[in-house]
């Protein structure tokens, strides 16, 4: 993702970002990280762990919503007042690809920004760059 000043957002903004994610206990436990936040979009990682698989192995299917959801929560943030609430309305999760190993990156794009309500699209990508997962949501005010 590129810095360019359309996309920037104040360092207000990216420190409540960061110490927002660092604030969130199950972002803790699963190992969430900031990798990236501008205007309109987050990008937050995680590394594949043992206690994180399912009984067949792979990616337990709620982490990845989890993550997918939190991306998104977070490209809102960037159009709402520092401390303004938010809440999930509806999320949709497409699983395309079972993840084993390495890493996952979700990249959440604000798609419309209304008045209070924000609809949102993500992406999920392993180490190779494949697409393991998709999601859309809408976010509004509390």
């Known amino acids: 993702m590129t810095n360019n000043m359309r996309n920037e957002i104040t360092p207000e903004q990216r420190a409540f970002a960061e110490n927002a994610l660092h604030g969130l206990p199950f972002a803790r436990l699963i190992g969430m990280r900031l990798v990236d936040i ?6 937050i990682s995680i ?3 043992d206690d ?6 792979v990616l337990h299917g709620g ?3 989890t993550l997918i959801d939190t991306a998104m929560a977070f490209a809102v943030r960037t159009r709402v007042e ?21 890493r996952i990156t979700c ?15 993500a992406e999920v990508h392993n180490e190779e760059g494949k697409l393991i997962a998709t ?8």
Not at 38 to 43: E, G, I, P, S, T
Not at 52 to 57: A, E, F, I, K, V
Not at 82 to 93: K, S
Not at 135 to 142: C, F, H, Q, R, W
């Open 107 to 121: 990249t959440a794009t604000l798609v419309r920004a209304g008045r209070r309500i924000f609809t949102v699209s």
């Open 135 to 142: 999601g859309l949501s809408t976010y509004t005010k509390v």
């Open 63 to 65: 982490v990845t919503a």
């Open 82 to 102: 520092i401390g303004e609430p938010t809440a999930t309305i509806d999320l949709t999760v497409h699983y395309l690809r079972p993840v084993t190993e390495g």
């Open 38 to 43: 501008v205007r309109d979009a987050a990008v």
């Open 52 to 57: 994180l698989r399912q009984p067949s192995g």
């Open 47 to 49: 590394d594949m762990r």
